[in-house]
């Protein structure tokens, strides 16, 4: 059974910083892109970032460009993705989630992954 486990979340102050981590248990002879989601309730989940497997290609939603910075680690048995944040703002604040293998052309679309973790919450205090 296909795992993403999310870690790192918490409660900072704006203007702070936070480093979330995605463990994933896929096979990593796939080779597949990886990436974050948000969900504030009662919104529609909002696509964060989005990495290729050699990290060739990063892609992120306007409103976290140049605070947000994606990144991951491939090992012969387990891949790990991050998502440094800096220069919280409250607006931030949602549950995030890590998503892998992406099917579809757009990765802003939530019917474009596969997988899903569990979330992990930031909040971001002002």
């Known amino acids: 059974q296909v795992q993403l486990v999310e870690s790192g979340g918490g409660l900072v102050q704006a203007g702070g910083s936070l480093r979330l981590s995605c463990t994933s248990s896929?096979?990593?002879?796939?080779?597949?892109?990886m990436g974050w989601f948000r969900e504030v309730r009662g919104k529609e989940r909002e696509a964060v970032a989005s990495?290729?497997?050699?990290?060739?290609?990063?892609?992120?939603a306007d409103s976290v460009e140049g605070r947000f910075t994606i990144s991951r680690a491939n090992s012969k048995s387990t891949v790990t993705m991050y998502l440094q944040m800096t220069s919280l703002l409250p607006d931030d604040t949602a549950l995030y989630y890590c998503v892998a293998v992406v099917t579809g052309s757009d990765w802003r679309s939530q019917e474009s992954w596969r997988h899903w973790g569990q979330g992990t919450q930031v909040t971001v205090s002002s």
């Open positions: 990495i290729t497997w050699g990290s060739e290609y990063t892609y992120y």
């Open positions: 896929i096979r990593t002879f796939s080779r597949y892109s």
